[in-house]
T-cell receptor
Framework: DAGITQSPRHKVTETGTPVTLRCHQT?????MYWYRQDPGHGLRLIHY???????DKGEVSDGYSVSRSKTEDFLLTLESATSSQTSVYFC??????????????FGAGTRLSVL | EDQVTQSPEALRLQEGESSSLNCSYTVSGLRGLFWYRQDPGKGPEFLFTLYSAGEEKEKERLKATLTKKESFLHITAPKPEDSATYLCAVQASGFQKLVFGTGTRLLVSP
């Protein structure tokens, strides 16, 4: 999985509790992304980062926040989990060199169930 | 708005039966089109990038082609191990984000 580790791999939590998912990379890539994957919707971008402390929203960012304090780590936080956030979450990385094509490499995913 | 539509949603083939998967797209200036393979319980695995109409790329039994409106993933004499979901994505010029289709689930029976 291209030097990308997601943790935990599986999590079950209750509605209203905070949840943090971690993505760690060993590739020193500039860009990191969080996606969710749901049947019928494909991969949808939640948030992404283009450098340490530089982040931006994706198409489905409501209810999620992110932080990147080091190049290698990108955290996704659900401040108060809801059942609609039950999904499989994928982290991706890319070199993101200006003008270059953006090939993204994905982690193995985190399966989150909110009961 | 950039969009990617993949068809069919699911495809069942016999081993050795060649076929094609379709990815239709609308994008404001194509920077690149990507094909990924995703096995159950795993993350997408990068296969190909295509940059301009007329371009073709091959890998083992897979060949990807690109026109101005769509891309095809041709699978020649597939084997059961080719069973997976195949995802298509596009990158618009000037942007780092990718827009993904919902994928085609391919099942190859022995």
């Amino acid at each position: 999985d291209a030097g990308i580790t997601q943790s935990p791999r599986h999590k079950v939590t209750e509605t209203g509790t905070p949840v943090t998912l971690r993505c760690h990379q060993t590739e020193n890539h500039r860009y990191m992304y969080w996606y969710r994957q749901d049947p019928g919707h494909g991969l949808r971008l939640i948030h992404y980062s283009y450098g340490v402390k530089d982040t931006d929203k994706g198409e489905v960012s409501d209810g999620y926040s992110v932080s990147r304090s080091k190049t290698e780590d990108f955290l996704l936080t659900l401040e108060s989990a809801t059942s609609s956030q039950t999904s499989v979450y994928f982290c991706a990385i890319s070199e993101g060199t200006s003008g270059n094509i953006n090939i993204q490499y994905f982690g193995a995913g985190t399966r989150l169930s909110v009961l | 708005e950039d969009q990617v539509t993949q068809s069919p949603e699911a495809l069942r083939l016999q081993e050795g039966e060649s076929s094609s998967l379709n990815c239709s797209y609308t994008v404001s200036g194509l920077r690149g089109l990507f094909w990924y393979r995703q096995d159950p319980g795993k993350g997408p695995e990068f296969l190909f990038t295509l940059y301009s109409a007329g371009e073709e790329k091959e890998k083992e039994r897979l060949k990807a082609t690109l026109t101005k409106k769509e891309s095809f993933l041709h699978i020649t004499a597939p084997k059961p191990e080719d069973s997976a979901t195949y995802l298509c994505a596009v990158q618009a010029s000037g942007f780092q984000k990718l827009v993904f289709g919902t994928g085609t689930r391919l099942l190859v029976s022995p």
